[in-house]
């Protein structure tokens, strides 16, 4: 098999990365030193997270000359997300930490007073002067997510002999991907975008890329460029979520509950079972989910840590399903079995060596939110999220909110951010609020989801996955009060969930809300709707989607 090198030198998930390279016919070799960049022919830089805290690991370590050297030296260099950021001279978000200068100019952040940051989603990689450069298709989407990035402006790089594709968010063009001689840098994860995805890396691996390039080198842009590329290009993003737990038999199964109940009706009480976990995850792959995430609903009590049966599933589903996986359930610090302590960032790197791309977590954010408010608004550093925002950045941390509607009868008779809602309670009460649960919704907290997601956001956190327990299962459709209430409180992305039963709640929820991301479960895992009938539905009512490329 022909070979890559990889640079192993960061944290993150670089098991995808390996994953699409191998099923492109690569073999990967790991540069784990200075040292041994030397003996690469082609060459991958993956990053996630922090712009300061790749550039200083790659420089403590002795990397940048090696680097500057292969470069320089005419070979095939990747550089992915932050390993494309790394190849500008500055970014705002760490000032004092130099990039490589191959390209000049500073990243900056994206301007968050009408829209989502970090932008995370799948959206364009247009390059107008070479429209198929290194694969890219002009009408195909990619998985972008980031905080900062580098502004485009029209002719600025151009004119230094590089060919670049861009994204649009909100009003802001930024580029998407770079391209001169040996060089090549997606903003984008191309591991984590599909088949469009997996036929970037091969430009670049097979070099047809750079060939193409050479052939038809970029001539400047013309008139028409700013008017192309200007339109918003992000999705709506569809996600698919599977509740996994051993059943009595003690098999990992997918289910799903009524209002987190996941026991059949029938006098067995048995644990509903709705088929097997990595096959339902491709499935949904291939029906064009944007994302899958998997929820470990049981706690797997009586298993060291690193048998997690959650791995094994990751691992799998890694192997075929190239977009982002979340997963959810147990991130917390625990005792192992033989009395070891483990950390929740330790559980959590143990889920991203594995192929996850987030964590997402329950109920150890509401309890780190009390003491968070009880500290008086302090932060010590001491929380899961912190600490696994610091080590794999801001995106890969996901809240998982499970919230239960308490009905009031006018808003002075409590403490907390109340609705005024259109579905009055039991005796008429015009009002309710949102409490927060814990233990897959066994335990209702005095706190309230404003104040909740306010304190994990300060926290880190990049994402929240906002349940919600009285519709979960309903099939009526999402809580569009609970979805505007929290989006009108956070600056992070919000994935609206529980109570999807058929495409129009998706549309629903999309117009009628300024939510992020949607995401079905019992309706997808019944067969009563397939992923892909959700975006047709969407694209006729003319939203944008992304189109599943086979
Ligand atoms: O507290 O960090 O260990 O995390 C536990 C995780 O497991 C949390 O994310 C919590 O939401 C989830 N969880 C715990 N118990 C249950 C249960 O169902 N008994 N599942 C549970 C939550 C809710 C959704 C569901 C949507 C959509 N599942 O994710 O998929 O409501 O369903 P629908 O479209 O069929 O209505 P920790």
């Not at 970014?91 to 301007?111: K, Q, T, Y």
């Not at 600025?156 to 090549?184: H, R």
């Not at 997606?186 to 070099?207: M, N, Y």
């Not at 995850?281 to 060291?304: H, M, W």
Request: proline residues 5%; negative net charge; charged residues 25%.
């Amino acid at each position: 098999m022909p070979k890559v090198h990889l640079l192993d030198y960061v944290a993150g998930n670089v098991r995808s990365l390996v994953n699409a390279i191998e099923k492109n016919g690569y073999e990967v070799e790991w540069v784990r030193s200075p040292e041994e960049v030397a003996n690469a022919e082609k060459l991958i830089l993956p990053g996630v997270g922090h712009f300061g805290h790749c550039l200083s690991q790659l420089s403590s370590a002795g990397y940048i000359p090696p680097l500057r050297a292969h470069i320089d030296a005419g070979k095939p260099f990747m550089g992915i997300c932050v390993g494309l950021q790394a190849l500008f001279a500055a970014s705002a978000e760490d000032p004092n930490c130099p990039g490589f200068g191959v390209i000049p100019g500073a990243l900056d952040r994206f301007e968050d007073s009408v829209k989502s940051v970090p932008h995370i989603g799948w959206n364009n990689a247009s390059c107008p002067t070479n429209p198929t450069l290194y694969g890219l298709q002009p009408d195909s989407k990619y998985y972008y997510v980031h905080s900062y990035k580098y502004p485009y402006k029209k002719g600025e790089l151009e004119e230094l002999g590089w060919a670049v594709a861009t994204g649009t968010y909100g009003d802001e063009t930024f580029v998407g991907a770079v391209a001169k001689g040996n060089v090549f840098a997606t903003q984008f994860h191309p591991e984590k975008s599909g088949v469009a995805g997996l036929r970037v890396i091969r430009a670049f691996l097979d070099g047809s890329g750079a060939k193409a390039l050479s052939e038809h080198p970029p001539r400047g842009v013309d008139g028409n460029v700013e008017e192309m590329i200007a339109q918003e290009g992000l999705t709506r993003r569809v996600i698919a979520c599977l509740d996994v737990r051993t059943n009595d038999q003690g098999d990992l199964v997918v289910t799903k509950g009524d209002q987190y109940d996941v026991r059949e009706k029938s006098d067995d009480r048995s644990v509903r079972n709705l088929g097997k976990p990595v096959e339902m995850a491709k499935k949904y792959y291939e029906q064009g989910a944007d994302e899958v995430t998997f929820l470990n609903i049981t706690s797997f009590r009586d298993c060291p840590v690193a048998d997690l049966p959650m791995l094994e599933i990751l691992r799998r589903t890694s192997e075929t399903v190239f977009v982002p996986l979340t997963i959810g359930g147990g991130i917390r610090d625990t005792v192992d079995v033989d009395g070891t302590k483990v950390s929740a960032l330790e559980i959590a790197t143990m889920y991203f060596k594995s192929g996850a791309d987030k964590v997402s977590i329950g109920s150890d954010a509401v309890i780190a939110a009390e003491e968070y408010y009880k500290a008086g608004k302090t932060l010590y550093g001491n929380t899961a999220i912190e600490q696994i925002s610091k080590a794999y950045g801001n995106q890969a941390v996901v809240v998982s909110v499970d919230p239960k509607r308490v009905y009031v009868p006018k808003q002075e008779a409590t403490r907390h951010a109340t609705t005024k809602t259109k579905t009055p309670g039991p005796k008429g009460e015009e009002y309710c609020w949102y409490a927060c649960t814990i233990k897959g919704g066994r335990e209702t907290r005095d706190l309230d989801v404003v104040e909740l997601t306010q304190a994990v956001e300060a926290m880190g956190a990049g994402e929240i996955l906002l349940n919600c327990i009285d519709k979960d299962g309903t099939n009526s459709g999402f809580d569009l009060e609970l979805i505007t209430q929290v989006k009108e409180a956070i600056k992070i992305p919000v994935i609206a969930s529980s109570g999807a039963g058929n495409p129009g709640h998706f549309l629903e929820v999309f117009q009628e809300t300024t939510t992020d991301a949607a995401l079905g479960a019992g309706m997808f895992h019944r067969g009563e709707y397939t992923v892909q009938q959700v975006k047709d539905h969407l694209g006729e009512k003319g939203l944008t989607v992304r189109k599943f490329e086979g």
